[in-house]
């Protein structure tokens, strides 16, 4: 029984309209689901994936608007990643990121790999990392666009960095626990900080990887716009989350149960720093209910929410996705 690799990230969004302006137009990334958030069907959640909703290629992002910052600090899934075929594409991204205005960095070394961070209009931390050949976790498929040649697009969600406090802890969680394993270290690029810790699953390579940074020295982060909700890892099947949710009991980690999202099977919990984790299934996916041509263009709602459909829709406010 092992965790594939990364499913999803979840992010807090203050405006959706600029979000997928961001992820569709610039990012080139494809909306494949738009629905409601389903613990509050007043919020839109918003899917952008490769172009068939792989997973392991989706950023999702909760909308909420007049949504206060994102503060800095420990307990907090702090960067997120998005995979790029080579060092080629990230100079296009460079390129690009200066055409378009949105703040980056250099192209540096994580990890002995070439990345390029960036922020999106909501201020999330977000990090381009070239593949390069690397052995892994398989890529997704790219979103085709006119402006973003095929092999330069982005295919798929790269490591994720869990900064916190103390890192004993949540290294228990991901070793003994979920099964991740060390596999190396990099310097900190923010200064005289302990090295960062990357712990990998699966078949490993940028779509496996857990990423832990030490910093005792900032405050408690407090989420927002821009901030990330969970991050989520792939289970292949229906039989593994049985024994998933069991071994989240014979290990006395408090969790949600079994919650079914119709798109996937989801279990949640905390780990001891405060991070909230996702186990999803890979089955049965975004075209469940929508043909995978048109994924993405109307307002999608999971059977048990289908009834609602007229109230739920009254109670969201209009949104124009162009």
């Not at 994102?70 to 100079?91: A, C, F, K, M, N």
């Not at 205005?101 to 961070?117: N, P, S, V």
């Not at 900032?218 to 049985?242: M, Q, S, T, W």
């Not at 780990?271 to 909230?276: A, F, Q, R, V, Y």
């Given at each position: ?12 969004t ?18 494949v ?21 792989t ?52 192209i ?13 209009y ?103 716009r ?59 996916g975004f075209a469940?209910d ?17 009834p ?15």
């Amino acid at each position: 029984m092992k965790l594939l690799g990364l499913h999803h990230v979840s992010i807090m969004t203050g405006k959706a309209e600029k979000n997928y302006e961001f992820f569709t137009k610039i990012l080139g990334m494809r909306l494949v689901k738009k629905t409601v958030n389903q613990d509050d069907t007043k919020s839109y959640h918003l899917f952008y994936a490769d172009a068939e909703g792989t997973p392991g290629t989706e950023v999702t992002f909760f909308d909420i608007p007049g949504l206060g910052n994102s503060y800095r600090g420990t307990s907090d899934i702090s960067t997120v990643s998005l995979r790029v075929p080579s060092t080629e594409s990230l100079l296009f991204w460079k390129e690009r990121f200066i055409q378009y205005g949105i703040e980056h960095g250099e192209i540096e070394k994580r990890a002995y790999r070439d990345t390029l961070a960036f922020r999106d209009y909501d201020g999330t931390r977000i990090i381009l990392v070239a593949d390069n050949g690397e052995k892994g976790v398989r890529a997704g498929i790219p979103w085709h666009r006119d402006d973003i040649p095929l092999e330069h697009a982005i295919i798929g969600l790269g490591p994720v960095t869990l900064t916190v406090g103390i890192a004993e802890p949540t290294i228990g969680v991901l070793t003994e626990v979920m099964g991740f394993r060390f596999v190396g270290s990099y310097p900190s690029l923010e200064g005289d900080h302990p090295e960062i810790l990357v712990y990998a699953t699966g078949e490993g390579g940028t779509g496996a990887e857990v990423h832990i940074e030490t910093r005792p020295d900032l405050p408690r982060a407090r989420l927002g716009r821009g901030g990330v909700h969970h991050v989520a890892f792939r289970v292949p099947n229906e039989e593994e989350y049985d024994q998933w949710a069991q071994r989240l009991k014979d290990n006395r980690l408090p969790n949600s149960g079994k919650v079914e999202r119709y798109y996937f099977k989801a279990l949640y919990f905390r780990e001891p720093n405060g991070i909230l984790f996702e186990l999803s299934t890979d089955t049965p996916g975004f075209a469940t209910d929508e043909p995978m041509e048109t994924m993405g263009q109307t307002l999608a709602l999971p059977p048990f929410l289908e009834p609602r459909r007229k109230e739920i829709e009254a109670n969201l406010r209009p949104l124009e996705l162009n």
